[in-house]
């Protein structure tokens, strides 16, 4: 097996746990290898540091998989892996059958990423190491997991930095296109083979459960009370605390007295944006949401979105939308404003026989989940105006006191830099945010300390207030 030795004057990333060594990192290679062999890596002084595969064609040159000695990745290797990523996962993800099963360096396997979608698993292979080993990868998997197929996702433009070509397909099994799994008790479908990289998103399940608790609470700001069913007719009503005296039936009325008999006359209305699958629409409907609007610009996307929805019996309350997000929260703003100037037409001149269009809706919950919008580090600027420009018009069409839900999955935008643009965002929009919660990804993702790559995903919940 060939040695690598480290530079003496890298930074020692490696001591602190993370896993890669680039290509100027390294001094000098002693003995000979492929490319894809494991090789030693020691530091300057010969000190043993690990064992990793190697791709002389990569700028990430090395990527260690042990601390110790190791004589081959083999199916022995890969089942105790495996063995590993599991016990995590029923221990950390209880009662899923559905969720992240190997997070790659995360989970000490670098290059290679599972998906376990019920019985069926997805593979994403990222590096030439584990494309050198995929057969056995895919052998242990079927061995360990005993699945009804096993499908390649490895679709991803990361792998030409490898020197290899990307590439999508069956490996195992039988492999239905389309999958039907169970996510905080919500029946969803997955494209397996035409869905977002491997499908579906799972780093987000906790925080879609999250937004659980701005969903209802809301009838009091439209003028529905609790009354006392027996006292419907005297006008009489409960008292604030939603109880009746006797333990009698409370029933909902509204300002002219009338019982309210839609179902979720306290639940809120809610904008989805770039909604994928509609994930964050079917846990808004699960928590009691009066009215979702579901909006992506890919008509593929909204339709698997329909099809969820549909499986969930949530139709009536779910509206949908093709459209682009940065235009679409635009002109909602736009119409606003123009709703705002006529109604202030006593101060101002204001051309009344235009009629007034569809646009200028607001909502209580504004959810926005885009897609990362810096995918090098040359791209932060941009990406930061875009995040800006949409939590700035969003956050203006949350009626006062509603809640903006934020993300960001852009590795390169930082946190602080994440916050830093949502509060120039709220500056230029004259809107106060109170952060109610602050997440990452979740309990599949987990994160190796000093190992920031993993710490991609950010997720905020804010009360929005007007100054």
């Known amino acids: 097996m060939a040695t690598v030795i480290l530079d003496r004057k890298r930074k020692k990333r490696l001591e602190q746990g993370h896993p890669w060594i680039y290509a100027n990192e390294i001094e000098s290679i002693q003995g000979e290898y492929e490319p894809g062999d494991l090789v030693s890596v020691t530091n300057h002084t010969g000190q043993y540091l690990g064992c990793g595969y190697i791709n002389p064609k990569s700028q990430i040159a090395v990527r260690i998989v042990s601390y110790t000695p190791l004589e081959e990745m083999d199916r022995t290797f890969f089942a105790q892996r495996f063995a590993q990523c599991l016990e995590h996962r029923r221990r950390f993800v209880a009662r899923a059958d559905s969720y992240r099963l190997v997070y790659g360096e995360a989970d000490f396997l670098p290059g290679l990423v599972v998906d376990r979608f019920e019985d069926v698993l997805v593979v994403q292979v990222l590096s030439l190491g584990m494309e050198r080993r995929k057969s056995v990868i895919v052998e242990t998997l079927a061995e360990l997991l005993k699945p009804r197929g096993i499908y390649e996702r490895s679709d991803v433009p990361v792998r030409e930095l490898e020197g290899l070509e990307q590439t999508k397909g069956p490996l195992y099994g039988d492999c239905p296109r389309y999958v039907e799994i169970v996510e905080n008790g919500l029946r969803m479908e997955v494209d397996i083979e035409q869905g977002q990289k491997t499908g579906y ?31 419907l007719e005297e006008g009489v009503s409960a008292d604030s605390s939603g109880t009746g005296d006797g333990g009698s039936k409370l029933v909902p009325v509204n300002a002219n007295g009338k019982r309210v008999t839609f179902p979720y006359w306290d639940g809120a209305t809610v904008l989805e944006c770039f909604s994928h699958t509609g ?24 339709e698997t979105a329909k099809r969820n929805v549909e499986l969930n019996g949530f139709g009536e309350r779910v509206e949908f939308v093709v459209a682009d997000a940065f235009d679409y929260l635009r002109s909602q703003v736009k119409g606003l404003d123009e709703r705002k100037t006529r109604a202030a037409a ?96 979740g309990n599949d993702h987990p994160r190796i300390l000093g190992v920031d790559e993993g710490d991609y995903l950010k997720f905020a919940i804010f009360e929005v207030h007007s100054r």
């Open 346 to 441: 006593g101060q101002a001149k204001v051309d009344t026989s235009k009629p007034v269009g569809a646009e200028g809706r607001t909502w209580d919950v504004v959810i926005l989940d885009p897609p990362a919008f810096a995918k090098t580090k040359g791209a932060v600027e941009g990406a930061c105006r875009g995040y800006k420009d949409i939590n700035l018009h969003a956050m203006k069409l949350v009626n006062e006191g509603g809640y903006l839900v934020t993300a960001s999955c852009s590795y390169h935008v930082r946190p602080d830099l994440f916050l830093e643009t949502i509060l120039a965002a709220a500056a230029d929009a004259r809107k106060v945010l109170r952060l109610v919660e602050y997440r990452g990804a």
């Open 201 to 231: 998103f799972f780093d987000q399940r906790e925080n879609r459960a999250a937004i659980g608790k701005l969903m209802t609470g809301w009838g009091t700001r439209s003028g529905i009370r609790l009354v006392e069913e027996g006292a």
């Open 279 to 302: 994930s964050f629409t079917l846990n808004a409907c699960r928590f009691g949401a009066k009215k979702v609007t579901c909006l992506d610009i890919s008509e593929h996307a909204i």
